[in-house]
C-alpha cells in the first residue's frame, strides 16, 4: 500500500522554463512534507519542506505547494537549470511516527538545453 | 568534512555470510536510521535509533540487527545474507529537538549490496 505516489517516473523541461513534479499522499496523518533531489551514486540531499500548517512554502529557484484538501503537493522550480537533472523523491511524515519518512517512488527530471 | 558517511560503499558477497555496514554522523543529531533501496528504486525505513534507544523496527527479518554504540554512528549487521538483501542501504540523521519543530533527514551516499 502506498502512501506517498509519485505518478510521474519522468519529465523533461528545457532550461529557464519551469519544472513541475508532482506528488499525492493518501495518509491523512502526514503532517510534514519534504522533497530530495538524488544524483546517481549518492544519497538523496534534501531540498526543501513543508509543514501541513503553510500551503506555500519558497526557497530560492524551489517552491513547493501543499493543498491538503486534494491530497496533493507540487515541486516548482524555475528557472530550471542543466544541473537540475537528477530524481526527485517527495517524503512525508506524521508527528508522533518518530520521523519515520515514507517516499514516493521518484520522478527523474533532464533538463535539456 | 562529510556530515553522513556510510562504509563501505560496495559489498559484493556470497549468499550465507555475514557482513556489517558502518554509519557514521557528524552534524550532532540525535536520531539515525536505516532505509532500504529496493531494484525498483523505492525508498523505505528500516530501522531508526533515537539517543542509541531503538524507537523504529519496520518489520525487518531479525537477520538484520542495527547496532548503536553512541548516537553518532548506527551500524547494521546482516546474517545469513540472501539474494533479496541486494539493494542499496542508505544510513540518515535527524535532530528530534523538542521545539526544533520537524527537522529534514540528512543522507550518506549508500551502500550497493550485491549478494552472488
Known amino acids: 500500500d502506498q502512501q506517498v505516489k509519485q505518478n510521474s517516473p519522468s519529465l523533461s523541461v528545457q532550461e529557464g522554463r519551469i519544472s513541475i513534479l508532482n506528488c499525492d499522499y493518501t495518509n491523512s496523518m502526514f503532517d510534514y512534507f519534504l522533497w530530495y533531489k538524488k544524483y546517481p551514486a549518492e544519497g538523496p540531499t534534501f531540498l526543501i519542506s513543508?509543514?501541513?500548517?503553510?500551503d506555500k512554502n519558497e526557497d530560492g529557484r524551489f517552491t513547493v505547494f501543499l493543498n491538503k484538501s486534494a491530497k496533493h503537493l507540487s515541486l516548482h522550480i524555475v528557472p530550471s537549470q542543466p544541473g537540475d537533472s537528477a530524481v526527485y523523491f517527495c517524503a512525508a511524515s506524521s508527528t508522533g511516527t518518530a520521523s519515520k519518512l515514507t517516499f514516493g517512488t521518484g520522478t527523474r527530471l533532464q533538463v535539456t538545453l | 568534512d562529510t556530515a553522513v558517511s556510510q562504509t563501505p560503499k560496495y559489498l559484493v558477497t556470497q549468499m550465507g555470510n555475514d557482513k556489517s555496514i558502518k554509519c557514521e554522523q557528524n552534524l550532532g543529531h540525535d536520531t539515525m536510521y536505516w532505509y532500504k533501496q529496493d531494484s525498483k528504486k523505492f525508498l523505505k525505513i528500516m530501522f531508526s535509533?533515537?539517543?542509541?534507544?531503538?524507537?523504529i523496527n519496520e518489520t525487518v527479518p531479525n537477520r538484520f540487527s542495527p547496532k548503536s554504540p553512541d548516537k553518532a554512528h548506527l551500524n547494521l549487521h546482516i546474517n545469513s545474507l540472501e539474494l533479496g538483501d541486494s539493494a542499496v542501504y542508505f544510513c540518515a540523521s535527524s535532530s528530534t529537538a523538542k521545539g526544533a519543530g520537524a527537522q529534514p533527514q540528512h543522507f550518506g551516499d549508500g551502500t550497493r549490496l550485491s549478494i552472488l
Open positions: 535509533y533515537n539517543n542509541k534507544e531503538l524507537i
Open positions: 513543508i509543514s501541513s500548517i503553510k
